[in-house]
């Protein structure tokens, strides 16, 4: 099982390398409105979509290659019953939306899953979707610093895909202003923070006392389990220096 859907299996609910609080400032920064026709990629938990949704824009359509998740999310935050929010199983490299019908999309802890190339077909598709003058928001994985060696970059990624069980590819943060210029976006803010997933601290501020709680007995259950996370949070502290969380929100230029 990946590493993600392991954790959300023991009740993790936020699943982003900058936890809540870099997702609440990408949302504050993106400021979905009732005028705005939103797209979330990989939406995951929901959790995002719940905080996007409590704006009430115009529409929501969140983007799911997982049919089971995206049947999983339709029962939980409308699908076909909620006026204007629905969930199409489709990959974010191929949406099957019309070009020019969101006016903010955004994505997160899932572009550094992806080879380059997939990243590149992804930040196409996203400005492809948008309207001129929409925003796009991302919330990813970072590599520290942006010199960074390439022994150390492979290591990284060597040790926590075996980790995690899903190839893990993450950018420098001058790397993701290079990606998302290249697309065509132009940059309007991005920020930082500790990539601290597996952190008690972090688990209490994204989970509160009940949540880790609940985790906690879920892993004295399953000693399997327990080891798997035991695992991932010793790579992430080994290469701590070299990991970060970024934030970046651009524009599609007006026409």
Known sequence: MPGHWLLASLGKRVLRP????????????????????VVEFAPGMGVTARLTLAQRPRSYCGIEREEAVAQHLEARLGGGHVRGVHFIRASAEATTLASGSATL?????????QTPEQ??????????VLQPGGRYGIHELALLPDAIGAAERKAIEREMSMNIHVGVRPATVAEWRRL??????????????PMHLLEP????????????????CNMLRRPGARRRVLAMRRVFRRYGSHLSAVAMVCVKPAA
């Open 105 to 113: 999309i955004y994505g997160e802890a899932m572009l550094s899953m």
């Open 201 to 216: 601290r972090r688990l209490l501020s994204d989970e509160g006392w009940r949540g880790a709680l609940r985790i906690a």
């Open 18 to 37: 900058g936890g809540l609080e870099l997702t609440r400032q990408m949302l504050t920064r993106l400021r979905p409105s009732a005028a705005d026709d």
């Open 119 to 128: 990243k590149a077909r992804i930040l196409a598709e996203a400005f492809r």
């Open 180 to 193: 998302l210029q290249s697309a065509g976006f132009e940059l309007e803010w991005e920020t930082t923070a």
